[in-house]
């Protein structure tokens, strides 16, 4: 494995200053290198308007209530679901305040050049594999509603993953966890061109972070076991770095992954990705 040629981005929102605060709530942005994250504390009547050149994910938590237009299509939720809007003008009105994520390429630059780490991607981040669009959906882009309150994993495992995928993104909705992970069953691993953004929706973590080594030992940097006490709070994990999340303290904990593109590997699992028949996959012949 190469080096690492970037540090982590720790983004503790509870803690840290907004990038934009209007009529409409309290905005923080924290971007990758192919996407970009807004999570905003949305007030009442809240409208989150977007012209976008491509899709974009939209999570709201139980309790977020809100309608979502685009195109000819209107949803109304009551939390507790994902969205994908299509390309074009789109927008979330919050009728019952609550956090609102939203989920961008970098196609979306105003988004991009707002983050809080916008200087830790002016080189354009080489080393991770570019953003390249996947087929169009089945019947074409359009609004997109997922209930994730009656979606159930399909992963056997200790940690319920929820993976989706639009034709830029994939998230992973982890089920909220009541019981701690086991730190005998840890998942340390790296990802070699592409990045991850961890982000915590509820309760307490500590990210484990370790760079690899290059022969140049100047180069080497101290294993990183960033502690998050509470959320919502973001992690942006470099591509080539090992790492694993394990939820600390008491409760319910939530986290939510992201990647961009989406990655091959999970789409290439059957019954994995549970939208995987609207969002077709490349023709790799």
């Known amino acids: 494995m190469s080096e690492a040629l970037r540090s982590a981005t720790h983004a503790r929102h509870y803690a840290e200053p907004p990038q934009k605060i209007d009529a409409d709530g309290t905005h923080w942005i924290t971007r990758a290198a192919n ?8 007030a009442a009547g809240a409208v989150l308007a977007r012209k976008n050149p491509d899709e974009y994910m939209v ?15 209107r949803v109304e939720t009551r939390g507790d679901s994902l969205i994908i809007a299509p390309p074009g003008e789109s927008r979330i009105r919050v009728q019952k305040p609550g956090i609102v ?37 089945a019947g074409g882009f359009r609004l997109r509603h997922y209930d994730l309150a009656s979606t159930t994993s399909p992963d056997p495992g200790p940690l319920k993953m929820r993976v989706f995928r639009s034709t830029n993104l994939m998230i992973n909705v982890f089920e909220p966890w009541m019981k701690r ?14 990045e991850q953004m961890s982000i915590s929706l509820k309760g307490a973590f500590v990210h484990h972070l370790r760079y690899p080594w290059s022969p140049d030992k100047t180069h080497w940097r101290e294993d990183e076991h960033a502690r998050y006490e509470d ?51 490349p023709n790799t012949h």
């Not at 996407?35 to 949305?42: D, E, G």
């Not at 999570?59 to 299509?73: F, K, R, S, W």
């Not at 709070?233 to 939530?254: C, F, K, N």
């Open 35 to 42: 996407f970009v994250t807004v999570i905003s504390q949305a």
């Open 59 to 73: 999570l709201l938590p139980p309790g977020t209530e809100a309608v979502a237009e685009g195109g000819d299509n």
């Open 101 to 137: 994520v939203r989920i961008f390429s970098k196609r979306a630059e105003d988004l991009a050049a707002a983050a809080v780490n916008a200087a830790t991607y002016a080189d354009g981040a080489p080393e991770v594999a570019p953003l390249t669009p996947w087929p169009d959906p």
């Open 181 to 194: 992970r086991d730190e005998k069953k840890l998942s340390p691993h790296s990802h070699e061109d592409f």
């Open 231 to 281: 959320s919502p709070s973001v992690l942006v994990i470099p591509a080539r770095v090992i790492h694993t999340s394990q939820d600390v303290g008491q409760g319910r904990t939530w986290l939510i992954d992201v990647f961009g593109p989406p990655r091959t590997d999970f789409s290439s699992k059957p019954g994995f990705v549970l939208n995987a028949s609207e969002y077709p996959v």
